[in-house]
T-cell receptor, first 113, second 117 residues
Framework: DAKTTQPPSMDCAEGRAANLPCNHS???????VYWYRQIHSQGPQYIIH???NNETNEMASLIITEDRKSSTLILPHATLRDTAVYYC??????????????FGKGTLLTVNP | EAGVAQSPRYKIIEKRQSVAFWCNPI?????LYWYQQILGQGPKLLIQ????????DSQLPKDRFSAERLKGVDSTLKIQPAKLEDSAVYLC???????????????FGPGTRLTVL
């Protein structure tokens, strides 16, 4: 599995953009980068994923460097409800249409009022 | 759309006792996962089912843990006998090749918090 490295914690002011970095220098050419988050006492929740191009959805933007060795998750206007642990994961195919997620310790993002 | 259901939400047992957790995945989801999350760590995959067959159980401690999904819908995870180090949150997730906003998005339940004394 391609390993990911994330800072253990980050702070962000409410209303500002939160930029969460992830290093995945051993990623293979056909491996996707996924981001999930886990709010306290809840199960993880999918945010976004990408392969090579930058991606945006209603929750966040994902910026992947050209060499694919790192990526940044951007929450454009962080709110208090975005306080959570954010996991950057490289997707490994289990075969067929299935895959497994290998979670690290993630980054605890604290959004401050 | 109903989410992944798990029960019980909390369980306290003494070491060497047995315990079982139940999971009801999202309707129509063929793939079901059980994860173990120890405090301060990310979830760790224990077992993955595709319908009622096991796809991956490489990290399941088979001497004490067992799981089944007999009819390809609900699933049960059992620990017998429990050890102190089994204290964790047990998360169930499901996915479907044709479900979710993207193919294979995993939907997680709220988890069962197990405390072994």
């Amino acid at each position: 599995d391609a390993k990911t490295t994330q800072p253990p914690s980050m702070d962000c002011a409410e209303g500002r953009a939160a930029n969460l970095p992830c290093n995945h220098s051993t990623i293979s050419g056909n491996e996707y980068v996924y981001w999930y988050r886990q709010i306290h006492s809840q199960g993880p929740q999918y945010i976004i994923h990408g392969l090579k191009n930058n991606e945006t959805n209603e929750m966040a933007s994902l910026i992947i460097t050209e060499d694919r060795k790192s990526s940044t998750l951007i929450l454009p206007h962080a709110t208090l409800r975005d306080t959570a642990v954010y996991y950057c994961i490289v997707r490994v195919d289990s075969g067929g249409s299935n895959y497994k997620l290998t979670f690290g310790k993630g980054t605890l993002l604290t959004v401050n009022p | 759309e109903a989410g992944v259901a798990q029960s019980p939400r909390y369980k306290i047992i003494e070491k060497r006792q047995s315990v079982a957790f139940w999971c009801n995945p999202i309707s129509g989801h063929a793939t079901l996962y059980w994860y173990q999350q120890i405090l301060g760590q990310g979830p760790k995959l224990l077992i993955q089912f595709q319908n009622n067959g096991v796809v991956d159980d490489s990290q399941l401690p088979k001497d004490r843990f067992s799981a089944e999904r007999l009819k390809g819908v609900d699933s049960t995870l059992k620990i017998q006998p429990a050890k102190l180090e089994d204290s964790a949150v047990y998360l169930c997730a499901s996915s479907s090749p044709a479900g979710g906003r993207i193919n294979n998005e995993q939907f997680f339940g709220p988890g069962t918090r197990l405390t072994v004394l």
